[in-house]
């Protein structure tokens, strides 16, 4: 059974930093990310990463967090990590862990498994 698990959200002041994990269990993806929702928005990408099919990975960023927040995975452990820094109030939402077999990007629909979210609160 595949099972996405997110951590470390919580709530931090304006400029603060937060980092949120994902473990896998069940089998191994290709790709992994998160995407995120706030209270009366449309769900959207924040950032994933991939593989080529060999040894090179890719990393994609949302314009909004370029520069603030970094991906990383560890494979060994089967986990996503999202670095978040410089938080702003507008970064408030729930983050979700989302994850594919195939080489996904930025698409909501090309990730096949979900996780239960983690809520971020930035305060002003």
């Known amino acids: 059974q595949v099972q996405l698990v997110e951590s470390g959200g919580g709530l931090v002041q304006a400029g603060g930093s937060l980092r949120l994990s994902c473990a896998a269990s069940g089998r191994t993806f290709n790709a992994m990310g998160w995407f995120r929702q706030a209270p009366g928005k449309e769900r959207e990408f924040v950032a994933s990463?991939?593989?080529?099919?060999?040894?090179?990975?890719?990393?994609y960023h949302a314009d909004s967090v370029k520069g603030r927040f970094t991906i990383s995975r560890d494979n060994a452990k089967n986990t996503v990590y999202l670095q978040m820094n410089s938080l702003k109030p507008e970064d408030t939402a729930v983050y979700y862990c989302?994850?594919?077999?195939?080489?996904?990007?930025?698409?909501?629909?090309?990730?096949?498994?979900w996780g239960q979210g983690t809520q971020v609160t930035v305060s002003s």
């Open positions: 989302v994850a594919s077999m195939n080489p996904a990007t930025k698409t909501a629909d090309e990730y096949d498994y």
């Open positions: 990463t991939r593989w080529n099919g060999g040894r090179t990975s890719y990393t």
